[in-house]
């Protein structure tokens, strides 16, 4: 049996993101702070896993759109560090990894996450394609998204059924939509993943209700089956604090 957790979308240096305390600063809110406890709280209940699956956006990028208004710093060195500092509480000796949205982990030339995963050893590439104990797994960042609830997930059932035509996998993950989503048509099972960022002023003015996914997923297979498939989400309603900006 071999146990896997994906991680995607952290968004590492925006001040509404997953953040170790020693980046916490007078902005960082209360709603940050008990994110990153719920954050150690559930690695600690997951233990050590077998591999750690990034699924992109690991760090927010320079914030150009904003004037870097909603970052701890603009510096991608800096977000960079706050994603080692956050991907180094994960158990486990395996990382592979999927490169996200160029507009948040690029300055154009250097592909930041690349960087990132040097430091643990991890493999990182636009599209992987591994097995673990015999399942064939697809990942890659970006997947389409709606904000019609009853259609969330067909987006991501496209992308699995237009990929297994080509090539039969047992499981495709993507990340990028920050919603959790699941599917399993007997064939194949498909999931986006949720996201460790607890809002942004561009989620706030562009997005219909509050219907992202904050959290991880859990995936235990064995011989070749996939056992279960958990997702572990975080409640924002757990802390009443409000979100402070600059
Ligand atoms: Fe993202
Ligand atoms: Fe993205």
Redesign the pocket.
């Known amino acids: 049996m071999k146990k896997m957790l994906i991680v995607g ?1 952290l968004h590492c240096g925006h001040l509404d993101s997953i953040t170790p305390p020693q980046y916490w600063n007078k902005y960082t809110s209360k709603m940050v702070k008990d994110l990153w406890y719920w954050y150690k709280k559930s690695l600690n209940k997951v233990g050590e896993v077998d591999l750690a699956y990034l699924g ?2 690991l760090i927010d990028g320079a914030g150009a759109k904003s004037g870097s208004t909603e970052l701890i710093s603009a510096d991608l060195i800096e977000q960079t560090k706050i994603a080692i500092e956050c991907i180094n509480q994960i158990k486990t000796k395996r990382y592979k990894a999927v490169r ?2 160029n ?3 690029s300055d154009q030339h250097s592909q930041m996450e690349d960087v990132i995963m040097s430091e643990f050893g991890g493999d990182i590439l636009d599209i992987q394609e591994f097995t673990l104990d015999g399942i064939a797994i697809q990942g890659r ?2 997947c389409g998204s709606s904000s019609i609830p009853y259609s969330i997930s067909g987006p991501l059932f496209k992308e699995a059924y237009l990929n297994n035509v080509e090539k039969n996998r047992d499981l495709y993950i993507r ?4 919603k959790f989503c699941q599917l399993n048509n007997g064939i194949f099972q498909a999931l986006t993943s949720p996201c460790l960022q607890l809002s942004s002023a561009f989620g706030r003015k562009r997005c219909l209700g509050n219907n992202i996914s904050i959290g991880m997923v859990l995936i235990t297979v064995d011989k070749g089956r996939i056992m279960s498939i958990e997702p572990i989400l975080y409640s924002q309603n757990e802390s009443k604090s409000k979100l402070i900006y600059k």
């Open positions: 979308d992109g956006d996200g949205t507009y948040h982990t960042h970006h990340s990028h939509t920050h």
